[in-house]
């Protein structure tokens, strides 16, 4: 059974860093993209960014460059999102989830549980 | 990057009624669309990929349609559990991926 886990909830003071992470099981982790999205409070979903595993080949949103790191470790089946000074405003539930490229359409098949990270002083 | 619309933004109906949503792209993505759809506290759930193709498992009264730049979800006959809310995703654009702003279906 594919699944992907993520770390729990974080609650964090402006400034400070964090990494979040999702873990895969069931399936090849190194040949499927895994992309993180961001929902704000009561709001919509936002892609990030998504990552290769197996070469860690990396893109970004323009709207996130600069903002977070993507990576993964593909020795433990997990990417990871980080952030080096949270601000109040990256107060979110982040998704991780897994693009289905045997399909060749782009969509997302599987999805991680959430982890809702808190910002605030 | 590629825009996507939805329209309503959201919408009432009652179990047993006929419900469609629209998503409506800034410029032709073929049939790279998909739609998702999410509950409150979860994450999302596909549904329909390559814009009328049913992801396995999701039940039937659950279709796709269109391509361009108009596309469609149906809902032939709402059941209690489908009130949630559901995004479409174009994935033309392979690493520029984008959500329409969703459609919140609930009781009347």
């Known amino acids: 059974e594919v699944q992907l886990v993520q770390s729990g909830a974080e609650v964090k003071k402006p400034g400070e860093s964090l990494k979040i992470s999702c873990k895969g099981s069931g399936y090849s982790f190194t040949s499927y993209w895994i992309g993180w999205v961001r929902q704000m409070p009561g709001k919509g979903l936002e892609w990030m960014g998504i990552?290769?595993?197996?070469?860690?080949?990396?893109r970004y949103s323009p709207s996130f460059q600069g903002q977070v790191t993507i990576s993964a470790d593909k020795s433990i089946s997990t990417a990871y999102l980080q952030w080096s000074s949270l601000k109040a405003s990256d107060t979110a539930m982040y998704y991780c989830?897994?693009?289905?490229?045997?399909?060749?359409?782009?969509?997302?098949?599987?999805w991680g549980q959430g982890t809702l990270v808190t910002v605030s002083s | 990057d590629i825009q996507m619309t939805q329209s309503p933004s959201s919408l009432s109906a009652s179990v047993g009624d006929r419900v469609t949503i629209t998503c409506r792209a800034s410029?032709?993505?073929?049939?790279?669309l998909n739609w998702y759809q999410q509950k409150p506290g979860k994450a999302p759930k596909l549904l329909i990929y390559?814009?009328?193709s049913l992801q396995s498992g999701v039940p039937s009264r659950f279709s796709g349609s269109g391509s361009g730049t108009d596309f469609t979800l149906t809902i032939s006959s709402l059941q209690p559990e489908d009130f949630a809310t559901y995004y479409c995703q174009q994935s033309y654009s392979t690493f520029r991926t984008t959500f329409g702003p969703g459609t919140k279906v609930d009781i009347k």
């Open positions: 390559a814009a009328s």
């Open positions: 410029q032709s993505i073929s049939s790279y």
């Open positions: 990552i290769y595993p197996g070469d860690s080949d990396t």
């Open positions: 989830a897994r693009r289905d490229d045997s399909s060749g359409w782009g969509n997302f098949d599987y």
